[in-house]
């Protein structure tokens, strides 16, 4: 009997279709448009723009304008593109304006959708951006769809790999904005990091974003943080000293799971380390181990065990003697540690173990230590896409992770129907004991396929499990194509023939591809390809119609043939990505058939029990290549598919949590270095901090309510002295009769403001309110980067508290916090002490050779603790950014700070920058 739900949504649809019913109105509207807006020349459709924005500009909301605009825009993409919008593509541009992420099958056609609510929001002027895979698709739909835009009267800007800040700025600049998720969040991080004025940064304020394939970025890579990294200070004689501790340990001072590869001390062990740690003169007396101020510490400690007690030599590494570079293009013959591949056994140079522990095992076999990376900013995919106030999505499967999206993105995923009903057949899955049983069924159906024409994608999980069949294909003289993910031009033109008369195709994973596979072939692409090589006209012109003729009789027997065949070598542990692969058949009404083939040695297979299941079979009489075919096992793989989701769904959540303290901490510090650089000068800040330091320093050394007898005035003097270069009589005012600890406050606060008033009239107002702003600046940069390497230590260490019945995550929050009040405390005291010590110098010094700035961008994977470097960056080099010039002028020295330093400085001396008013020392 149905159940009750079920029988209501046969009467009244699921909540999906009334939510699609209801936006047929508007649907219908815009059509009704469409006759008059066909009548108007192009001028008038393009003046159409500037009479939006004149009525967003008088008041009128912008939902009120969707209807004419949608209508402008397909017109508009009828005469650039010769395009029309569906229905259905309306819909899902209504869906994507108000911020939901939109489910549309392959092949209906997202890119020309999302043209729609970016041309709607791209109106205020506060910049769209459209976030793609890869930079092959930002550049292609830039240029593609750029047409509509520019058509319009919209200016259209492309965020690619290799641009200078200049190029960057321009680009953010534009009405509409294409790039990747990696280059848009690498840019948002570099724009907090050593920025000193509004004018150098790239972005403008976040406004609203569409994300192509979103379920890829969202999901997929929401476990990969994007990371700066850069050389930290030279720690080599900690590691040294740290080093000498461990081997006096035995083995009753520490736990070993070899299995587990982790290992810890215990309670003896941490007490024969501290007692060794103060000898050492690196823990003070009566503090713990594991106090947060020590948590540098407990991670060179923890580096140094695992270094000595898990790592073997000639096992896990070697020491071998090889070149290593020193300076510009100039190399040295030393000895270095060499990890040795655990399933090769083959050397891996330039390989180094993350995190401080290579430096741990370069101490421990007494070679060159060099300087690990830190983190200099960070953040995760999931933070950064909800930085934007508007949010939008679409791709070709997103609901079988629509509790995540809804959880962590508060995007709700709408199915959009088809425009035309999908005619493809989806078969059981065939289940083999074996993999080379699986292979071989496998390469029999594609043998079979090829036979009457049919063409045939294949699905794999890997390159190697891709190359093992494409071996199986060569034996049978079978020819194929393997898509290689290095290069995406390519594989958009191997995706676009893949649908020719008999065409085998292997990919690895056919995510955010981004090119259709159309029956018969890609006509555009082949002809492209074709005719470039033909300069007579009327030749080409021939070929062209040749071609064409061609194309067509192919897409006719290519149809007759079933369509295109999607085969599945096995499943994958989402759904989605093996929904992602079914959805590349069956395009706009095609014909087309899928089907997957498992066996019980594949991956999910092995979760799901293959060991009974193969007794079973066995006991079945299941002879050498027969298959298993049955709903029931279709059902069970989906169930384990569910538990795996639900599994990496809490990984990411919790992934997620501990960064969501950090992003707390980063949205102040981010927040407030904009907000001094908007200012024209921080005096206030500065006098506030000043204020702040004399009070933290008066009440450490005067506890309120304390007799005078009780009073440190010769710590408070020498304090004094360090912070604010004054030598104060406090000694002497503290004897005085009746004398209480506000008015000697006051007196050193006196004292301070007269000694800056001297120095301000000393320096200059102008310059040293240029000073006060830079070093702010500069003082808040240096601490926050070494509070993430502190948070990066502290993330490390915090797990072990679970031994004491104590919750990580709580434990995080509150030591991070602590961690945060003293950034702060610090920064405070850092800013006034420098100020009280600063000093302008003119003097000729001969120019020292022009510094570069280095870093590295990072994708890390928390779980794993690899690092992949982004991009084509060198595994241990580094990348100088570029930036733009600003205009400066001579006559008016608030513009001085524009001036590049190592330019001439505008005071005239002849001088460089530099050398000259850009020159203060600390």
């Not at 100039?330 to 430096?359: A, K, N, W």
């Not at 199986?472 to 020819?479: D, Q, R, Y």
């Not at 470097?869 to 595994?875: F, I």
Request: hydrophobic letters at 40%.
């Amino acid at each position: 009997m149905l159940r009750l739900g079920a029988i209501a949504r046969r009467l009244f649809g699921s909540a999906n279709d009334r939510f699609i019913r209801s936006l047929q109105v508007g649907v219908a509207a815009i059509n009704a448009l469409e006759p008059d807006l066909a009548k108007l020349d192009d001028d008038a459709i393009r003046a159409r723009t500037a009479d939006f924005r004149n009525r967003l500009a008088n008041g009128e909301p912008l939902d009120n304008m969707l209807v004419e605009a949608f209508a402008t825009v397909r017109e508009a993409a009828k005469r650039t593109l010769g395009l029309r919008h569906f229905d259905v593509q309306m819909v899902g541009g209504m869906v994507l304006h108000q911020g939901k992420i939109a489910e549309m099958k392959t092949g209906e056609g997202k890119t020309l959708v999302a043209t729609l609510p970016v041309y709607l929001n791209a109106l205020p002027g506060k910049g769209v951006h459209v976030v793609t895979v890869n930079d092959y698709l930002a550049k292609r739909d830039s240029e593609w769809m750029g047409q509509v835009y520019n058509f319009l009267g919209l200016s259209v800007g492309c965020i690619v790999h290799d641009m200078t800040d200049v190029e960057r700025r321009t680009a953010y600049a534009s009405d509409v904005t294409y790039g990747t998720n990696n280059e848009l969040g690498f840019d948002y991080l570099r724009d907090n990091l050593n920025k000193y004025d509004l004018s150098q940064m790239t972005q403008r304020p976040f406004h609203f974003a569409i994300v192509d394939e979103v379920d890829s970025i969202l999901i997929d890579e929401a476990r990969t943080p994007l990371i700066i990294s850069g050389p930290t200070q030279d720690n080599s004689e900690l590691y040294k000293t740290i080093n000498v501790l461990i081997p006096n340990l035995e083995d009753a001072d520490f736990e070993k799971d070899e299995k587990q590869r982790t290992v810890n001390l215990t309670e003896e062990g941490t007490e024969k380390v501290e007692q060794m740690l103060m000898e050492a003169g690196l823990l003070t007396a009566n503090t713990s181990l594991y106090d947060i101020e020590n948590v540098s510490i407990v991670h060179h400690v923890n580096q140094a065990l695992r270094a000595h007690k898990l790592f073997s030599r000639d096992t896990d590494y070697m020491v071998r003697r090889m070149p290593m570079q020193v300076g510009m293009g100039r190399t040295v013959e030393q000895d270095q540690v060499v990890i040795i591949d655990e399933f090769t056994g083959r050397m891996m140079p330039g390989r180094r173990y993350s995190d401080g522990l290579h430096q741990a095992l370069e101490a421990k076999e007494g070679v060159p230590i060099q300087n690990e990376n830190q983190t200099l900013a960070s953040i995760t995919f999931q933070n950064y896409f909800r930085l934007y106030p508007k949010l939008a999505g679409m791709t070709g499967t997103a609901s079988t992770e629509a509790a995540e999206f809804a959880d962590i993105y508060k995007l709700e995923v709408v199915e959009i129907p088809t425009n035309v009903t999908v005619a493809r057949k989806d078969m059981d899955d065939e289940v083999y004991r074996t993999a080379r049983e699986k292979f071989e069924a496998i390469t029999t159906l594609i043998e079979d396929c090829r036979a009457k024409g049919q063409p045939v994608l294949v699905g794999t999980v890997s390159i190697e499990k891709s190359e093992r069949l494409s071996d199986f294909l060569k034996k049978k003289k079978v020819p194929h194509s393997i898509l290689n993910a290095r290069y995406h031009e390519q594989e958009a033109a191997i995706v676009a023939q893949a649908g020719r008369l008999g065409a085998v195709t292997i990919a690895t994973n056919m995510a955010g591809r981004g090119t259709d596979i159309k029956l018969g072939g890609n006509l555009e692409m082949r002809a492209e390809a074709e005719l470039a090589a033909i300069a007579d006209p009327e030749l080409r012109a021939k070929r062209a119609e040749k071609l064409k003729a061609e194309h067509e009789e192919e897409q006719v027997k290519v149809r007759e043939a079933g369509g295109l065949f999607i085969i599945g070598t096995e499943r994958h542990e989402s759904r989605r990505i093996d929904n992602q692969l079914r959805g590349r058949a069956g395009r706009q009404g095609d014909p087309g058939a899928t089907k997957f083939f498992l066996s019980l040695d594949d991956d999910l297979m092995r979760i799901f029990g293959s060991q009974r299941m193969d007794g079973i079979l066995t006991k079945l009489g299941l002879k050498e290549g027969e298959a298993i075919i049955h709903p029931w096992i279709n059902r069970a793989l989906e169930k384990a598919q569910q538990k795996v989701e639900a599994r990496n769904f809490d990984i990411r959540k919790n992934l997620l949590k501990y960064d969501d303290v950090m992003n707390d901490q980063r949205k102040v510090i981010y927040e407030q270095r904009i907000e001094i650089m908007r200012e024209q000068d921080v005096q206030e800040t500065i006098a506030g901090m000043r204020a702040e330091t004399i009070d933290a320093l008066v009440t450490a050394h005067i506890p309120e309510r304390a007799y005078a007898e009780a009073w440190d005035t010769q710590g408070l003097a020498h304090e004094i002295a360090r912070v604010f270069n004054l030598d104060l009589p406090i000694k002497d005012w503290a004897a005085e009769e009746g004398i209480a600890d506000a008015e000697i406050r006051e007196r050193i606060t006196d004292a301070v403001n007269r000694k800056m008033a001297e120095k301000v009239a000393d320096i200059g107002p102008d310059l040293m309110r240029r000073i006060e702003k830079n070093l702010l600046l500069q003082v808040m940069d240096q601490h926050w980067k070494e509070h993430l390497l502190h948070l990066d230590h502290l993330r490390q260490a915090i797990g072990l508290r679970a031994y004491g019945q104590r919750d990580p995550l709580n434990e995080y929050k509150t030591e991070a916090f602590t961690l945060f009040q003293n950034l702060l405390v610090r920064m405070r005291e850092d800013v006034t002490r420098a100020l009280a010590h600063v000093e302008v110098r003119m003097e000729q010094v001969e120019p020292p050779p022009p510094p570069v700035e280095e870093y590295q961008e990072i994708h890390a994977d928390p779980l794993t603790g690899e690092n992949e470097m982004e991009g084509d960056l060198p595994a241990q080099g580094s990348v100088p950014r570029r930036t733009g010039s600003a205009v400066v002028n001579p006559s008016d020295p608030t513009t001085w700070g524009k001036v590049q330093r190592n330019a001439a400085c505008p005071c005239g001396s002849g001088k460089k920058y530099k050398h000259c008013h850009g020159r203060f020392e600390v």
